[in-house]
């Protein structure tokens, strides 16, 4: 669906830049060919979109549980933040943080 819809904002806007903004799955995932879909997606990205930013869903969870883990008053150690509960909006707050740094001085 992204992908699509990449394609149809490419045609109405002509020439002008398309910057596209992707979450990749997480690396154990519920779908035997996720990485498969992936794949074929991201090709479709680079063929249409000027440029792109990735952000892996893993890299953000773990980001997510350090940045929690110091909320419980004790040192950040492995074991907080494997046992840290970080939700979806979570993960969407910290994306959004990461874009309006990078796309708002």
Same mark, same amino acid.
């Given at each position: 669906? &992204?992908?699509?819809?990449?394609?149809?904002?490419r045609? =109405?806007?002509? /020439?002008?830049?398309?910057? /596209?903004?992707? %979450?990749?799955?997480? =690396? !154990? &995932?519920?779908?035997? +060919?996720?990485?498969?879909?992936?794949?074929? *997606?991201?090709?479709?990205?680079?063929a249409?979109?000027?440029?792109?930013?990735?952000?892996?869903?893993?890299?953000? +969870? $773990?980001? *997510?549980?350090?940045? !929690?883990?110091?909320?419980?008053? /004790?040192?950040?150690?492995? %074991?907080?933040? $494997? $046992?840290?509960?970080?939700?979806?909006?979570?993960?969407?707050? =910290?994306?959004?943080?990461? #874009? !309006? &740094?990078?796309l #708002?001085?």
């Open positions: 669906v &992204g992908s699509r819809l990449l394609e149809e904002v045609d =109405a806007i002509g /020439s002008r830049a398309l910057l /596209s903004v992707s %979450v990749l799955p997480f =690396a !154990a &995932g519920e779908m035997p +060919l996720q990485s498969y879909n992936t794949t074929l *997606c991201l090709s479709r990205v680079a249409e979109a000027d440029a792109s930013i990735l952000f892996s869903n893993d890299e953000m +969870l $773990a980001l *997510c549980a350090r940045r !929690a883990a110091p909320r419980t008053g /004790s040192v950040a150690r492995p %074991v907080d933040v $494997a $046992a840290t509960k970080v939700g979806v909006a979570d993960l969407n707050a =910290a994306i959004a943080e990461s #874009l !309006a &740094g990078l #708002l001085p």
